[in-house]
């Protein structure tokens, strides 16, 4: 079998028990799963010092080396993140000797990922300026306003940005690990690796990380959080902002204030990214046609529903629906 590739988590004090541990198991796997002669990954955990690491959870790891004895060479290097509750607020854990480290460590690495939210130490050392990147949701709008030269996208469940990739919170980190496979080993690999660790689907990394509604549910407002489940009752209805108005009882001109003042969007905005939400679940899990999806989503029209699939997540419906579609949907999917 030819040299191992080799992956190397830095991690620290702290840090997320799955961000290490998750990828590790899905390199292991993958490695077991390779043809004779394939070449497959040694995985290596690293922190500022070898030994005994405490993670969040509480579980103890053991760091194979300490950062400063970690060789050149590395293939695949993954920076494990962690959050803590600070003046009742989440924050990132931006570890200094792990960012100091990776500034001079990551040149050598032919590819680089911060795991949810070990985005941040990548973007403290440079690594994100100028490109996309995504990190927890609880976490995003902090990485954006620390760092405004990153272009922070919270939704997706992992971003590739050339050799830096950046992923969303928790399980995430599987899915950003088992597209590495696929990369390098193609797609077959990788799904095979995802059906023996019993994962229901190997996402790809357009998916949301959350719902649109949900993302609003801490709304002070109880009329607009009233008003919001109103809207995903009647999507198919055509919903301009004087009804939206009429439903809470208010001017267009008051309503449009609050509603902004709420949830941080205007009306159009949001119904725009619920609609286009419920679409991807119908593409996910049923059968039904773009000119059904788009009537029962209230798009309207195939047209308008390309264009909100091309503005905001860069694909088509039919190209959604071929690499998201649920494997208990039905089997027939209908010419689109």
Known sequence: MADPRTVLVAAFPGVELLDVTGPAEVFSIASRLIAPGGRGYRV?????????????????????????????????????????????????????EVTAWLRAAAPGARRVAGLCAGAHILAAAGLLDG???TTHWLTAERLAAAHPLVAVDPDPIFLRAGRVWTCAGVTAVLDLALAMVAEDHGQELALNTARAM??????????SQFSVPLSLQDSADDRIEDLLRWIDEHLAEDLPVPVLADHLHVSVRHFSRLFRR?????????????????????????????????????????ETLHRVFRKRLGTTPAEYRRRFRSPDAPAHQPAV
């Open 44 to 96: 290596r955990v690293a922190a500022p010092r070898p030994g005994e690491l405490t993670t969040s959870s509480g579980v103890r790891l053991v760091a194979d080396l300490a950062l400063a004895e970690v060789p050149a060479g590395i293939d695949t290097l993954l920076v494990a993140g962690a959050m803590e509750m600070t003046a009742g607020r989440v924050e990132a854990v931006v570890d200094p």
């Open 131 to 133: 490109l996309p990147a």
């Open 198 to 207: 019993v994962m229901y689907v190997k996402r790809a990394g357009g998916q």
């Open 262 to 302: 709420r949830t941080g969007r205007t009306p159009a905005d949001y119904l725009e990214a619920v609609r286009l939400e419920a679409a991807r679940r119908l593409l996910e899990e049923s059968e039904r046609s773009l000119p059904g999806v788009a009537a029962g989503t209230g798009l309207g029209s195939v």
